[in-house]
T-cell receptor
Framework: AQSVTQPDIHITVSEGASLELRCNYS??????LFWYVQSPGQGLQLLLK??????LVQGIKGFEAEFKRSQSSFNLRKPSVHWSDAAEYFC??????????FGRGTSLIVHP | GAGVSQSPSNKVTEKGKDVELRCDPI?????LYWYRQSLGQGLEFLIY????????KSGLPSDRFSAERTGGSVSTLTIQRTQQEDSAVYLC????????????FGSGTRLTVV
C-alpha cells in the first residue's frame, strides 16, 4: 500500500531564507508524486507534480522538488521564502490505485 | 465550470440530523474524490468515482456515510444521523483521467455538528 510521511509538523523560517520541506513515500513502483499548498480556509492548490523523467521538477510560485528514488523522498524547496508562503503544505502520492494518499501536512511559519 | 465548486461553504447542524454536501466538478473531469480533513489532520480519503465504474467506497468510515454521482458530474455526499465526530472540512476534488495532471480541489464545506 502507498503511504506518505511528512516528518515535520511545523517549520519556521525567516523571510528571505531558504526552505526545504521533507516528504518520504512508500510505494513499490515509480510513484506519482505531488505537492499541494493550502492557505487558511481554502482548498488545496497544486504546486508541482512528478511522474517520470527529470527528477528535478519546477512548480509555481518559485517552488521546486527533487525525486530521489534511493531515499524514497520528494522534498520541496524554495531558495527565498516570502511572507505569503506561510501556509500548510501537503505531499501526496498516487500509485496503482490512482487514489492519492496525502501526508499529514507541514505548517510553514514565516517570520519577518 | 472554471473550478470545483462545493456547497454550502459552511454548515452547522444538530446532532442526529442528516446533511447533504454538494460537489460540482470541472466539466469533463471523469474522476471525483471526496476527502475529510479534521483539525490539524491530513486528508482522509472517503470515496472515489471514475466515469461510469462502480465507486471505490473503501474510505467511508461508517454506513451513515454515502455518496452518489449523477450523470457523471455533480456529486452529493450524505451523512445520516450526524455525530459530533463528523465535524470536519469535507473536500472534493476532480481530475482528468486518472490524475496525470493532478487533482483540482474545491474550497470545501466546513461541517459543524452541535
Amino acid at each position: 500500500a502507498q503511504s506518505v510521511t511528512q516528518p515535520d509538523i511545523h517549520i519556521t523560517v525567516s523571510e528571505g531564507a531558504s526552505l526545504e520541506l521533507r516528504c518520504n513515500y512508500s510505494y513499490g513502483a515509480t510513484p506519482y508524486l505531488f505537492w499541494y499548498v493550502q492557505s487558511p480556509g481554502q482548498g488545496l492548490q497544486l504546486l508541482l507534480k512528478y511522474f517520470s523523467g527529470d527528477t528535478l521538477v519546477q512548480g509555481i510560485k518559485g517552488f521546486e522538488a527533487e525525486f530521489k528514488r534511493s531515499q524514497s523522498s520528494f522534498n520541496l524547496r524554495k531558495p527565498s521564502v516570502h511572507w505569503s508562503d506561510a501556509a500548510e503544505y501537503f505531499c501526496a502520492t498516487s500509485g496503482g490505485s490512482y487514489i492519492p494518499t496525502f501526508g499529514r501536512g507541514t505548517s510553514l511559519i514565516v517570520h519577518p | 465550470g472554471a473550478g470545483v465548486s462545493q456547497s454550502p461553504s459552511n454548515k452547522v447542524t444538530e446532532k442526529g440530523k442528516d446533511v447533504e454536501l454538494r460537489c460540482d466538478p470541472i466539466s469533463g473531469h471523469t474522476a471525483l474524490y471526496w476527502y475529510r480533513q479534521s483539525l490539524g489532520q491530513g486528508l482522509e480519503f472517503l470515496i472515489y468515482f471514475q466515469g461510469n465504474s462502480a465507486p471505490d467506497k473503501s474510505g467511508l468510515p461508517s454506513d451513515r456515510f454515502s455518496a452518489e454521482r449523477t450523470g457523471g458530474s455533480v456529486s452529493t455526499l450524505t451523512i445520516q444521523r450526524t455525530q459530533q465526530e463528523d465535524s470536519a472540512v469535507y473536500l472534493c476534488a476532480s481530475s482528468l483521467g486518472r490524475g496525470e495532471n493532478g487533482y483540482t480541489f474545491g474550497s470545501g464545506t466546513r461541517l459543524t455538528v452541535v
